[in-house]
């Protein structure tokens, strides 16, 4: 060990000269230019480098020297070292197998103690949560719901916690039944308003059927005044053609009578053609102006009755529509009200709901409290209001 040490004491010695002598050579070559081009310039720049390779190999012929026994020292040092650690494992390795061992029971049984109370711990939260899964469900869906719930037996799986989960169970019963009561209260209400809009649907069949039926009786009456009419026009008709049987009956009998005369008066026709003729032409233009005027009479008539059955039509279409107008404005103006009616009272009942929901699912909460204490005070005026 001390030749070892003396080496490197040697070696060090030895660096120390090779420094000393680092200042002059920098002194001398540091920085220098040397004209290389030419043979005397290349020879002092070859000089120069021999001058300063040669204490530059020196020291590393030194380190090599003095760094060989340090090696070997070294590694000798490191075969001993991997020795005694191999034989100190062979005596430890078996103790820290069992160490080992009870350590990963302990770890596994700390492992398997803190998945069981997670475990626990979120079925527990899963209790709490039931309620907001179960909003907006159907109340047969919530009865079914909360009935599981109370048959669910918590010995099975809660153990020391039973006490919270008992509290966690009884929370949400308590808000499923409040959802029950809601959800059934507001089935029975569409139930109602349903039966109320089939009933007004049937009332307004009724009416409906009772205001075709006045129309067809209007129509019946309406036809019947028209048939009367239409008879009244053809006995006026007839009345018409009877008078024109009647005239033209005349007629013939006064051509009978002229002929007659004319069969009588037949030797004297040569004298008396001119008066007889004037006479005839004169009866015919009266006839043709009385059959003429009895045409433009009953011609008349007859229009006056057509104009009075228009008439009477009219006013009944006007009178009908005028009634059908009224019901129908005021069946509109009754269904309006009634609907803003129904409207009103289904948003207050909403606004009640969702305001006790949110005191249920957040009135626990300290964020929420100051709220959730308002909305109890306004709900409880409003109850002992109504």
Do not use: C
């Amino acid at each position: 060990m001390n030749t070892e040490l003396t080496k490197v004491e040697t070696a060090l010695t030895e660096f120390s000269k090779i420094e000393a002598g680092l200042a002059e050579l920098r002194a001398t070559y540091a920085g220098v230019v040397f004209p290389v081009t030419t043979p005397a310039g290349m020879k002092e720049a070859l000089a120069a480098r021999a001058a300063i390779r040669k204490p530059r190999y020196s020291a590393e012929e030194i380190r090599k020297a003095a760094k060989a026994p340090i090696l070997e020292l070294g590694r000798s040092l490191d075969a001993k070292a991997k020795y005694i650690t191999a034989e100190l494992l062979k005596i430890e390795e078996p103790i820290q197998a069992q160490i080992a061992v009870e350590e990963g029971r302990k770890e596994r049984e700390i492992i398997a103690e803190n998945q069981r109370v997670a475990a626990i711990t979120q079925a527990i939260t899963d209790l709490h949560m039931i309620v907001s899964s179960m909003a907006g469900k159907s109340a047969a869906e919530l009865a079914k719901r909360i009935a599981d719930i109370q048959e669910y037996d918590l010995t099975e799986w809660a153990e020391e916690f039973i006490p919270q989960a008992e509290k966690a169970r009884a929370s949400a019963v308590a808000s499923l039944q409040q959802l029950h009561a809601g959800a059934f209260a507001q089935e029975q209400a569409a139930a109602a308003e349903a039966k109320r809009i089939a009933d007004e649907k049937a009332d307004f069949e009724r009416n409906k059927k009772e205001l075709e039926k006045q129309r067809a009786e209007l129509e019946a009456r309406a036809r019947a005044e028209f048939d009367r009419m239409e008879v009244a026009r053809q006995q006026e008709a007839e009345a018409a053609r009877a008078a024109r049987a009647k005239i033209e009956e005349a007629e013939r009998a006064s051509r009978a009578a002229i002929e007659a005369q004319e069969r009588e008066a037949r030797q004297a026709r040569a004298k008396a053609d001119k008066e007889a003729l004037d006479a005839r032409l004169t009866e015919e233009d009266r006839l043709r102006s009385i059959r003429q005027a009895e045409e433009q009479r009953l011609q008349a008539e007859a229009d006056r009755i057509a104009k009075e059955r228009r008439a009477v039509e009219d006013a009944q279409r006007r009178e009908r529509e005028a009634v059908e107008a009224k019901e129908k404005a005021e069946r509109d103006a009754k269904y309006e009200a009634e609907r803003q009616k129904r409207i009103r009272e289904n948003e207050i009942k909403d606004g009640w709901a969702q305001l006790s929901g949110f005191v249920r699912m957040y009135g626990h909460l300290a964020e929420f409290k100051v709220i959730a204490d308002l909305i109890d005070d306004f709900l409880a005026e409003e109850r002992q209001a109504a």
